[in-house]
């Protein structure tokens, strides 16, 4: 049996102080020790021992009875030996000053533990805390313990990971365990013994796992025939006290948890739901987060182009720029463009308006600064030879199609531009087209114009005939655009609309097209069939934004009652295979609805939150 520990102050140690010296000739005490020697090394026999042996920790150690016999067995290492009682400490220094055999495995401490970090501790082998343990005891300590969750977490924080507490105490299982202590020593006892269910629940809730908290062992102890027999002396004369049974419980053998799984048993359980499904969502985050960068890196690889290099008859198709090199100076590029005005910047370069000074054109030079994805080939090495090997796909395409198809913005000259602070950058001249792109010739229409729909239609329909007629040939040169949407639609004339910004122009059977994240981005699969679906949509969208009245057309779209609206409605249905009822859908719906159902359906890339379904968000996943 030892003194109390933590949470006791001076004067509950003043009364082991003054027992200290007399505490060993007491037979109870190292019967009570010897029961709980027993228990703790039957217990040790079912574990792995740890190399080197066990690092043990006994708070309350007493005298140390207990201390020596566990010191005793070859598995334990070293015991540090706490107690609060310095009179205790005092008697334990003198019994290892004078043990040659087992004295020198045990370090005794005079200390109120309270803090895992107390510097009075042993430092730690590596790191600058303090040592942590294998295994902590204490025995007939805790009914002293008013506060038994803060000892057991200053427990928790001086175990090792998948270390071990063996705990033992007296069990209470009924008023009569009172009768344990007589009355004259009832200061300092917090509890009249352990309760198995409440010490279980204590254990579990700071962090300990694998909890058994049950008898192991009974004890016969003189107890008080009547309160206040035993004066403020122990039993000792004949026929004096009685004699009564207690079992001692092992609320033991709780081994460490993560911190997660403390947190989780901590938690109140209203409390468990809504935290579980935080944490699935947070894992089905993360997979969706590794799944987007790992289609980010599958949209990097290259395009094929190499089929378009070569004309019919063998002969060179992919001209070398007239300079592969040219150099910015203040407002010029060269002797060749002089800077004229700014233009716009975005995810993979800027645009700025120049003057061609031999021409006397006014063009558009890119100046490109995102990774150029595709390889530079093989006929255009030696050109750029010590400049790149790479260069944008955008550039590629642009004079590769040039030179096979009309309907797309054609490439006038590329090189490499070295800037004033020696920086080197692909730059891409084309064709200033000064009626802008679909998206502002649709806003101008529709600030000045007072027609509907299907008047527009009728004036604007050869230039979607024109465009669809480009799509054909571009697929049947085994490519598709990728990035169709009315910005990208270049107004060379009313009825002349050319397909630009070919950045993400990429071959049929691109890795790219299956990927989760370019369904998300509101793509089918077919990228033929998406370019199609993606130029309708923009060709649609043009009729609203140019219209007099949008409510007229959002109910003639989704009623199909018009030509144009057919034509969608009938290419949508026979790419997916679904039959659409769609006139169903404006029934009870109101303008506002409307409008957004129609804004949602003509959108090429991405829809917005703001018009997300509950479809989309499980999409998103």
Known sequence: MASAVANLHSGNNARFNAEALSWDSRPFVHEASAGAARAIRARLDKLQRPEGGYEVLEIGCGTGILSFMLARDERVRRIVAVDAAEGMINVLKTKVEKDKEVG??????????EDAEDMALPPAATGNGRQKFDLITSHLVLHHIPDLKCVLETMYGCLARGGFVMLTDFENVSAESQRFHPASKMDGVARHGINAKEMTE?????GFQDVDVRAHWTMDKTVEKYEGEFGREDAGGTNVGETMQFPFV???YGNTIGSWRRLWRRLPRWAHVPLFVTLLGACIGLVRGISDLHDQHVKQYPTDFSFLHFAANETLALPPPEQPLRYAHASHIDEKYTYLRHLGHGQEGSAALYADLKSGDVVVAKTFTSIARNPLPAILAEEFKGLATTWPSEIEAGISLSNHLSGFVPVYDYFVLQTEDLAHAWTMISPFLSNGTLESFATREGSTSHISATRLDEYYRPALDRVLRSLHHLHRLRLCHDDIKPDNFFVKDALDWLLGDLGNLRHIG???HNTRSWVRQNQWRDCRLNDIRRALKSYLWFLRTASVDTRTFDQAFWSRNEAWAEMYWHFDQSATGIPTSHQKRISGKDEVSLAAD????????GVPRRLWTWWDFLLWY
């Open 104 to 113: 020198e495995k045990i370090v005794p401490l005079a200390i109120l533990l």
């Open 202 to 206: 204590l254990m579990e809730g700071v």
């Open 250 to 252: 092992f609320p033991a």
């Open 510 to 512: 691109h890795q790219w």
């Open 598 to 605: 129609t804004e949602r359906e003509l959108l090429c890339t």
